[in-house]
């Protein structure tokens, strides 16, 4: 469980990219669901706020303040949530 004051992190993803659903599972698998939030770039909201955010690759983790772009980033980001709960926001 996060704690309350935690950010909510937005996972920008296309469904049939295969780096998205690498980035989609590993939010799953660690039960991170409470803490992202999915956006799929399919639909114009979340495209325009990708494309706002500099958004340009897919899967990209939004988390505040900086964009994370591609899945390995955006899992090297993810572990810091995970990390004994540990995050630099």
């Known amino acids: ?3 309350p004051d935690a ?3 937005e996972l920008f993803h296309r469904i049939a990219d295969p780096p998205s659903a690498t980035a989609r ?3 799953t698998d660690h039960a991170l669901e ?3 939030r999915f956006r799929n770039v399919a639909f114009a909201e979340a495209e325009a706020d990708w494309l706002a955010r ?3 690759t897919t899967p ?3 988390d505040g303040t900086r964009l994370y ?3 390995e980033a955006v899992v090297a980001r993810l572990l810091a949530v995970v990390n004994l709960g540990r995050d630099d926001s």
């Open 69 to 71: 772009q591609g899945a």
């Open 7 to 9: 950010p909510m992190l």
């Open 1 to 3: 469980m996060s704690p």
């Open 54 to 56: 500099g958004g340009h």
């Open 34 to 36: 409470d803490r992202v």
């Open 60 to 62: 990209a983790l939004w």
């Open 25 to 27: 599972l590993f939010v």
